[in-house]
């Protein structure tokens, strides 16, 4: 995603979900978004959650670079690239950036990408812990997950970015 700080310079974020019970796993603010420090943040969620079996995302440069690609395969993770022009295929993260732009970055005028950082790692804990979900039965990520059943976890383990 992108936005303007208050004294106009852009910045991206890097937003990653896990499909299966919507918990959003992080929020990368950055200046830009390099495939190294995308493969950072994805080598700290595999060090939290374990290794996905899939990772669906659009198709960033920095997310078809060769070092991600290499970095994906190394670990076995399948790398699902939606078509262009169709986010609709990445429903359950462009949900989640719409709301993370109406909560945040629409909500704020940030004078810092170390700001926009701090607001976003706090609204992620709000989100996780407290923000109930319909698609979840009403109840935050963090509270479903102890009640996936082993079918729905199997089905999950699905990162969208």
Do not use: C
């Amino acid at each position: 995603m992108h936005a303007v700080l208050y004294d106009g310079r852009r910045f991206r974020t890097l937003n990653v979900i896990d499909k299966a019970n919507r918990e959003a796993l992080a929020i990368q603010v950055a200046q830009s978004l390099p495939a190294s420090m995308l493969i950072r943040t994805m080598d700290r969620l595999v060090d939290w959650y374990g290794v996905p079996q899939s990772i669906r995302m659009d198709n960033g440069p920095e997310m078809t670079s060769h070092d991600f690609v290499e970095w994906a395969w190394r670990r076995g993770i399948t790398l699902n690239y939606i078509e262009p022009g169709e986010p609709n295929q990445n429903a359950h993260i462009e949900r989640f950036n719409r709301t993370f732009r109406t909560e945040v970055l629409d909500a704020w005028l940030f004078n810092s990408i170390e700001q926009v950082q701090a607001i976003a790692d706090d609204w992620l804990t709000q989100y996780n812990d407290y923000r109930p979900h319909d698609a979840l039965g009403g109840v935050p990520p963090r509270q479903f997950m102890p009640r996936l059943t082993t079918t729905a976890a199997d089905s999950g383990n699905r990162l969208s970015t």
